[in-house]
């Protein structure tokens, strides 16, 4: 857990531009900080294959929908551009998340909140700059969550859900 939490340090430290608004620089770091922290953790208890198969298919079906709805008014993003539809940072940062809070941090509710409550304000950080509309931030967040929150069972016993938030 305290390496997760450095990597998570380091990255918001690196990943962003020095010009960028604080709150956009963490909106990347956690689009980055989030899916890194839960690689280490499931290469830690040996569930890496799993996590890069989810983690693949997670940014090609973004990606593919990005393509797909291209041209399209849902993919419209703020600025006017296109290939907004849906939010990769937020897809990205919820996948962490969801796989951090359901594997990692299953015994640590409180954790798992955190984890989740950096995904949120990563997506409501790409509204704030004008990249995405708040449809296209929670259609990412559904992605990256649905994704993240699986397991395929690859090195396993079995598929399985879980989102990691008991109480």
Do not use: N
Request: overall charge negative; hydrophobic content about 45%.
């Amino acid at each position: 857990m305290r390496l997760a939490a450095a990597l998570c340090a380091c990255s918001l430290a690196v990943s962003a531009p020095v010009a960028a608004d604080p709150f956009e620089q963490f909106g990347t770091a956690m689009k980055y900080g989030l899916p890194l922290a839960a690689a280490v953790c499931a290469a830690d208890q040996g569930r890496f294959e799993d996590f890069a198969v989810r983690g693949l298919l997670q940014a090609a079906l973004v990606w593919g929908m990005k393509e797909f709805f291209d041209g399209q008014p849902i993919s419209r993003r703020p600025s006017g551009e296109g290939k907004g539809f849906p939010s990769g940072h937020t897809a990205a940062a919820f996948f962490g998340a969801a796989d951090l809070a359901g594997k990692c941090f299953d015994d640590q509710p409180e954790a798992g909140a955190l984890a989740y409550g950096a995904a949120g304000l990563t997506g409501w950080s790409r509204v704030h700059a004008g990249e995405h509309t708040p449809e296209q931030v929670w259609t990412g967040a559904l992605v990256g969550f649905s994704f993240g929150a699986a397991s395929f069972g690859i090195g396993s016993e079995g598929a399985s859900f879980s989102v990691g938030m008991r109480f």
